[in-house]
């Protein structure tokens, strides 16, 4: 098997020059956006964490300069292009950005004496390094607040880098956040972490070489950083649209808007500046309605009718919008058209979706006849760099109808393996079936060669002309992505069938995270763990007493199913952990051995070998597991 990236076909070349001769390549202005108010670049933009271990390398992404390779989409290339562009940016005198240090961007917001600080990027490293770039430019002014847009790790996961858990609880740093922040965050990144994380290595290409054959960016930004996910919880949430709050003389009205890109979301208007924060709800992408890493469908209904309160409460006043991806759009009329076309964006796929759903097509027939109108086709900042028309609108009908597609055929289907070796059977064996692969690859038909391939592979994971012949579609059919996830999903996948699994990169259900969990969540994220046929014929509970907080919790392990309860339980449990709250994450991690417990400082009452019972059942993620063969 060859174990270097193969040149573009003529196919994909071909499509790639249709496609320069379709979109309006001439249009520089986010050219000139991007690069507007640079005031530093950090040099070189690499940052490492305590053991020297290099966690952000924006300098990776020098290649980047000149046409798109026949290897890379233009429309894409155009875009990393514009998203590698880092540095501290001033948007408006008083508002500072640092984009290009991690997937997301950081704002600071100048008041009387120091800065509030909007997002805080993924990783504490990252963080640290965007603080130190404003300090060097624009003095060591003292973080006053933080203020979350939303639940998402690339927005929280930098706080440390910012300031300390002790500023927080003293209240010398408001930390803001929307109504429901902590608990989504929390379901997302701890009670499918695992899942979503191993995913999320493949959609951000997060083992793949930068280069023209590799990784080129994820389209709402280049990718994510590696270093330490940190969380300090909101000391205020926001709960209203028109809410107010000043913090150093920095005046911010919020706009609640749960149920769009994140399930808590915000938006921040600056009067005083004249300008809007939108938060993730309008970037210079069509943005997913589910993630290709996996989370809860999001709502387009709600996303434009939030973008349409935007324009009604902050248009008249508003002449920069800037955002937590991506640069900033200025003046008010280009606001305006901006907003508007971003709303008219989600309001038209979930609408057309719709329609065509009532008139009987299934998911991926509509993906396939769904055309945006020529305004928004030809609009840079609706381009499906991150969310896709095809993926979103599989994603509108799940949210509607679900998986099922009212055909019974597909009621009741076989796995995966088991569709393979009968259709492997039907085409003759692999060997047949991995010749029409190869001749829907030599016509250019890469999404039949990889779904003949998928077959020959669950068949027989260990073939290697199917190993290779699917690496090299995989290959094609990320060089013909306009997505950046989608490029990177693909090269991923080519990656790991030439080099082997490489595990999950950047893990967000990290424990500064999980050490904040309420009690509830900690004992829901070990349910998470129980193996229910292991457990179907045990019985116990186990009381836990948190001396600190004074709460007392009951779990029962029954039916295969962990409980739990902090109403009072009439007789003794089998044994008793007696600790204080802080002390709980040890069991959500599953070390539940009576010497592990007590070496933590926990007391035992009862009967100890109820905890190696309990430990004996559970079943933790995996990290690694296989994504492209059984």
């Not at 965050?185 to 009670?191: C, H, K, L, P, S």
């Amino acid at each position: 098997m060859a174990t270097t990236p193969e040149p573009a076909s003529p196919a994909i070349a071909h499509r790639h020059r249709e496609l320069l001769r379709q979109l309006p390549f001439s249009d520089t202005q986010d050219f000139d956006d991007a690069s507007r108010g640079l005031i530093a670049r950090r040099e070189p933009n690499a940052v490492t964490d305590a053991d020297g271990r290099v966690v952000w390398d924006n300098d990776t992404y020098g290649f980047l300069h000149g046409d798109a390779p026949d290897t890379v989409n233009p429309s894409l290339w155009r875009q990393s292009q514009l998203v590698a562009t880092a540095g501290l940016f001033e948007v408006v005198p008083g508002i500072y950005q640092v984009r290009g240090m991690d997937l997301s961007n950081t704002t600071f917001v100048e008041g009387d004496e120091g800065v509030v600080v909007i997002d805080t990027l993924l990783s504490k490293e990252t963080g640290a390094a965007a603080l130190a770039l404003y300090r060097e430019h624009r003095g060591d002014r003292p973080v006053k607040a933080i203020v979350y847009t939303h639940s998402h790790a690339d927005h929280y996961g930098g706080a440390k880098g910012f300031v300390t858990q002790e500023q927080a609880d003293s209240g010398a740093v408001a930390i803001f956040a929307p109504e429901g922040f902590v608990e989504h965050a929390v379901a997302e990144n701890v009670y499918a972490g695992t899942a979503m994380n191993r995913r999320a290595g493949y959609m951000y290409g997060a083992a793949l070489d930068r280069g023209v054959r590799g990784q080129v960016g994820a389209g709402l930004g280049q990718t994510l950083a590696t270093g330490e996910v940190t969380f300090v919880p909101p000391t205020h949430l926001v709960t209203t649209t028109g809410h107010q709050e000043t913090v150093d003389g920095v005046r911010m009205v919020f706009q609640m808007a749960p149920g769009t890109e994140a399930p808590a979301e915000m938006l921040i208007h600056l009067p005083d500046f004249h300008a809007l924060c939108a938060a993730e709800d309008a970037t210079h992408t069509f943005h997913n309605l589910l993630t290709l890493r996996g989370a809860v469908v999001r709502d387009p209904h709600a996303w434009a009718k939030y973008l349409n309160q935007t324009l009604d409460l902050f248009g008249g006043n508003t002449e920069v919008v800037f955002a937590s991806h991506h640069w900033p759009v200025w003046g008010a009329d280009r606001v305006t058209g901006f907003l508007t076309a971003q709303r008219d964006l989600y309001a038209y796929v979930h609408d057309q979706t719709l329609r065509l759903m009532n008139k009987g097509l299934t998911g991926p027939e509509i993906a396939e006849e769904l055309v945006l109108p020529p305004a928004l086709d030809r609009a840079w900042h609706a381009r499906g760099y991150y969310g896709s028309v095809s993926h979103n609108v599989k994603a509108v009908y799940q949210r509607y109808l679900g998986w099922f597609d009212g055909n019974p055929a597909n009621l009741w289907q076989h796995t995966p393996t088991g569709r393979a070796h009968r259709y492997t059977e039907l085409a003759g064996g692999i060997g047949p079936l991995v010749e029409a692969a190869r001749r829907a690859f030599d016509a250019g038909d890469f999404r039949w060669a990889a779904e003949l391939l998928n077959h020959a592979l669950f068949t027989d994971p260990a073939h290697q002309g199917a190993r290779e012949l699917q690496a090299d579609t995989f290959e094609q059919l990320g060089y013909g992505a306009e997505n950046g996830t989608w490029r990177n999903v693909y090269l991923s996948g080519a990656t790991e069938l030439r080099h082997g699994p490489f595990g999950t990169p950047t893990r967000t259900n990290a424990p500064d995270v999980i050490a904040h969990l309420s009690a509830e969540m900690l004992f829901d994220a070990l349910a998470i763990q129980v193996d229910g046929p292991r457990a179907w014929d045990e019985h116990l509970t186990v009381d836990v007493a948190l001396t600190d907080t004074g709460e007392r919790h009951r779990l029962t392990l029954a039916n295969g199913v962990l409980t739990h309860t902090s109403a009072a339980r009439p007789g003794t449990a089998d044994v008793t952990i007696t600790t204080v709250r802080a002390a709980l994450p040890v069991l959500a991690g599953g070390a539940l051995t009576a010497s592990e417990l007590q070496a933590a400082g926990i007391v035992l009452e009862g009967d100890t070998s109820v905890l190696d019972r309990l430990v004996a059942v559970l079943d933790p993620g995996d990290p690694d597991f296989a994504i492209v063969t059984p």
